[in-house]
């Protein structure tokens, strides 16, 4: 979830005795794509912190959505949301201010988020959906969440406070129209790439949705926001 409350403070103490202060920041996440696969970016405006406005000035695609027929649709995200560096840029000062962010997930665990959005009844194996790694790694997910109220419906990366905390060992998943499957899968020592996220064992009223194969890539966000006034 994001944490933005240390850069904020930070900076209105060094700039509070001036007539404005405005910082650039950049936070890290994972962009995923595959084939057939459209990439969403993230809206241009967003908020920084309750009142607090940020402005993008470039970004990876935050989401991947992979459409089927009868207006089906399964839009995943790595929840690996990072705040990174925060720099004030005006009035000038040269010190960046670290601003760490806080995963959801525990360590050694990658957490991933799939919006389903469809007329029907969705079913779900979690045994077929798995995550990828070098030197033939392959983790099934170990936990997960159902939600199907107070869907998040922005285009940022998992910006919720979820946490998947049920065993997956037996679990029987059906979910109408909307839903969220948060899902943790377990990937302790796996380096950062390659890894795919493989999405199988999805039904809709009864018929398989294809596979779908998303790749992890590097993203960032660069924006700007008003720290004071």
Known sequence: MRDPTLAPLLSLALCVSSAGCIAVARETY????????VAVEPAEDFEVSPG???????????????????NASVTAA???????????????????LLSPGDSVGRPGTTVVRLSLDGHGTWR????????????????????????????????????ADVR???PVDGAE???????????????????????TLELDGLTL???????????????ARWFWYRIFP
Request: charged share 20%; aromatic share 8%; proline share 12%.
């Open 173 to 195: 998943l059906a979910a109408f129209g909307q839903a969220e499957l948060w899902l943790r899968f377990p990937t302790l020592d796996w380096p950062e790439t390659p890894r």
């Open 52 to 70: 607090r406005e940020g402005h993008a000035l470039s970004h990876s695609p935050s989401l991947a959505r992979a459409s089927f027929a009868a």
């Open 124 to 159: 779900a194996n979690l045994t077929a959906l798995a995550l990828t790694g070098a030197d033939g790694r392959r983790a099934a997910p170990e936990r997960y969440k159902l939600v199907t109220t107070g869907i998040d419906s922005s285009l940022e990366p998992c910006v």
């Open 30 to 37: 994972t962009t995923l794509r595959g084939p057939g696969v």
């Open 164 to 166: 998947p905390r049920k």
């Open 78 to 96: 790595v929840c690996d949301w990072d705040a990174g560096v925060w720099f004030i840029v005006f009035p000038p000062l040269p010190v960046p």
């Open 205 to 219: 009223e009864g018929t398989p949705l294809p596979a779908t194969r998303l790749d992890f890539e590097p993203g």
